[in-house]
């Protein structure tokens, strides 16, 4: 593993439409976690796991949004019936100990 | 709620002057402050900060933290118009040590 990898680096959808993004974070980091940016702002913390277990989610996270991790391993995150003011990047960072790597991010637009 | 507050939100400078960006930061366990910088990707690393007093400096790029007034200065001398980013502060804390972070500094430097 060089990194975290996260796919697609960019989506376009329609309103209404489901979408789900993928996290491979680096294989020995148990940690993973999902934030949202938009423009000029820093990132949002969506949720977070250690292990397969999911710790924490965001008070500011609606329904519609849902994240897991089977086996520890990869991450995905789904929206579902997308509204535009769910565009933005989706970032994933991976974690162990302390040190923390971004992904590339996915960045998504609900047209 | 945990909270960080970064300042200025955006600064333009001339190539050669010396930058202060400030986070000041409100968390409950507090483990670590993390600055990153961020271009038009993924947020890249700079530095972690655990001890009050103790710089850490990298190149032109230095930082320290004030565990006691809860803020952390990132200075950058000499700047070059390759620094213009938007720079991240970051706490890793909370109840789950999960990482929040500031809304970013946008610096711009101008040759």
């Known amino acids: 593993d060089t990194g975290v990898s996260q796919d697609p680096r960019h989506k376009i959808t329609k309103r209404g439409q489901n979408v789900t993004f993928r996290c491979d974070p680096i294989s020995e980091h148990n940690r993973l976690y999902w934030y949202r940016q938009t423009l000029g702002q820093g990132p949002e913390f969506l949720t977070y796991?250690?292990?397969?277990?999911?710790?924490?989610k965001s008070r500011l996270l609606s329904d519609r949004f849902s994240a897991e991790r089977p086996k520890g391993s990869f991450s995905t995150l789904e929206i579902q019936r997308t509204e535009q003011g769910d565009s933005a990047m989706y970032l994933c960072?991976?974690?162990?100990?302390?040190?923390?790597?971004f992904g590339s991010g996915t960045r998504l637009t609900v047209v | 709620e945990d909270k960080v507050v970064q300042s200025p939100l955006s600064l333009v400078v001339h190539e050669g002057d010396t930058v202060t960006l400030n986070c000041s930061y409100e968390v409950t366990n507090f483990r670590s402050l993390l600055w990153y910088k961020q271009e038009k990707k993924a947020p890249t690393f700079l530095f972690m900060l655990t001890s009050s007093g103790i710089e850490k400096k990298s190149g032109r790029l230095s930082s320290i933290l004030d565990k006691k007034e809860l803020f952390s200065i990132l200075n950058i001398t000499a700047t070059q118009t390759g620094d213009s980013a938007i720079y991240l502060c970051?706490?890793?804390?909370?109840?789950?040590?999960?990482?929040?972070f500031g809304k970013g500094t946008l610096l711009t430097v101008n040759p």
């Open positions: 970051a706490v890793e804390g909370g109840s789950n040590y999960k990482l929040t």
């Open positions: 796991f250690q292990n397969e277990a999911q710790l924490e």
């Open positions: 960072a991976s974690s162990l100990a302390g040190s923390y790597t």
